[in-house]
């Protein structure tokens, strides 16, 4: 032949191909969209996987019912982000009762299921809310703290918020609401804890969409984001690292979504019977105000 490949698929036939499904929470913030385009990018047909993905609009119940339907689609695979830590015991052992290996993905769960999964890969959450909590602890010990948390009882809420709160010390949080994970909610909660928390001088945002609602409110109460009220997030989302170099947030704590590659090679490993760690934290970095405009502009998402 004349050396080049002619076949017409990206691939094998696809027969081979390893069969995944993959339960995703919702599109309800930046990192959220940046973690399902890593994980489409990685989880290809030229990459031997053959996925279906379906997204759950942040609702545990439409996870379980994606999570049923790969089920009765015999996948080979099942990889999902739990948007809350329970309520999964059921599907968990219907899966297991099926023999379908599971990888869980950035969100952790808190099952009765003995050995529910295989692999977790994330961030660490507790660590992500430590590393907030000395940032303020150093550089703004006597703040009237308000906390605006993400999903409740979701794995990030729950870890971030013990990990800061231990650290800055629960005499100093004035109020705490939830804003979902999202920039809509986070800047209604903030209007609300505006007129609650008059004394508060510094919000800590369980991710940057809900401190960007936060600003929001913030100045339309006629205050200084970064100033009058300083902001503390997670995440490191583009639109995040700007408003801090901005100065309407004061400190960002990176939790990186862009692990696609992390996944595929837990998948190709799982689906093959190959050991793999039980855990694999990816690495998080922090941001304060000297960033660089360059810094922004070279990062991925
Ligand atoms: C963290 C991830 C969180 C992000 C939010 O790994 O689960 O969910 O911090 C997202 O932006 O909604």
Request: glycine share 10%; charged share 30%; proline share 3%.
């Amino acid at each position: 032949g004349d050396g080049d490949d002619n076949s017409t698929d990206g691939g094998d036939s696809g027969s081979e191909n390893i069969k995944v499904g993959f339960s995703q929470l919702g599109a309800e913030s930046g990192w959220r969209t940046a973690n399902t385009e890593s994980v489409k990018a990685s989880l290809t047909a030229e990459n031997g996987i053959d996925l279906t993905f379906v997204d759950a609009q942040q609702k545990q119940e439409n996870q379980i019912k994606a999570l049923r339907d790969f089920i009765d689609q015999g996948v080979d695979v099942i990889a999902f982000s739990p948007v809350v830590e329970t309520g999964w015991d059921e599907v968990l052992q219907e899966i297991k009762d099926a023999e379908i290996p599971v990888v869980l993905v950035d969100r952790t769960v808190d099952t009765t299921v003995e050995d529910p999964y295989v692999t977790w890969i994330g961030a660490d959450f507790k660590q992500e809310g430590t590393t907030a909590g000395e940032w303020v602890k150093e550089n703004a010990p006597d703040a009237k703290i308000f906390e605006l948390q993400g999903t409740l009882g979701s794995g990030a809420q729950v870890d971030r918020e013990e990990g800061f709160d231990a650290v800055v010390g629960a005499e100093n949080i004035v109020g705490k609401a939830s804003g979902n994970f999202t920039r809509a909610e986070g800047k209604a909660a903030m209007e609300a804890a505006l007129q609650a928390y008059p004394d508060m001088t510094l919000v800590f945002a369980h991710n940057d969409d809900m401190g960007l609602g936060a600003i929001e409110a913030i100045e339309a109460a006629g205050k200084v984001p970064g100033k009058d009220i300083q902001i503390v997030t997670v995440d490191g989302v583009r639109d995040g690292l700007q408003a801090l170099k901005d100065g309407k947030f004061n400190y960002v704590v990176e939790c990186n979504p862009v692990f696609g590659d992390q996944i595929l090679d837990a998948i190709k490993k799982v689906d093959a019977g190959e050991d793999v760690p039980k855990e694999t934290i990816v690495v998080d970095q922090a941001f304060d105000q000297t960033i660089t405009q360059e810094t922004i502009d070279g990062r991925k998402y």
